[in-house]
């Protein structure tokens, strides 16, 4: 059975910090690439960051520079530190693992999702 379990989100002023974790089970995480998505009220899901099973990285314009997406394949965790963040950034974060082969998607699996406030 897969999990994925997102921990890490609260409420945090303007220009604060948070740093999500995503705990996977039940899949080869090494061979995933991990993201992290958000959704606010009213709005559609949204990408926002990647890491893919080779390490590189890829993020969203409006996060650029503030977030990090990062992975430790020995504790098969996904992170995502939000710097600077911003009212706008506020949020459900949801963790994704993605399974690729030969150029199609076999496996997509989803968190429950956390809720980050960003709010004085």
């Known amino acids: 059975q897969v999990q994925l379990v997102e921990s890490g989100g609260g409420l945090v002023q303007p220009g604060g910090s948070l740093r999500l974790s995503c705990a996977a089970s039940?899949?080869?995480?090494?061979?995933?690439?991990m993201g992290w998505y958000h959704q606010a009220p009213g709005k559609e899901r949204e990408w926002v960051a990647a890491?893919?099973?080779?390490?590189?990285?890829n993020y969203r314009d409006s996060v650029k520079g503030r977030f990090t997406i990062s992975r430790d394949n020995g504790k098969n965790t996904v992170y995502l530190q939000m710097n600077s963040l911003k009212p706008e950034d506020t949020a459900v974060y949801y963790c994704?693992?993605?399974?690729?082969?030969?150029?199609?998607?076999?496996?997509?699996?989803w968190g429950q999702g956390t809720q980050v406030t960003v709010s004085s």
């Open positions: 039940g899949i080869i995480f090494s061979r995933n690439t």
């Open positions: 890491v893919f099973s080779d390490g590189t990285t």
């Open positions: 994704n693992a993605k399974r690729n082969l030969g150029g199609s998607i076999v496996s997509d699996h």
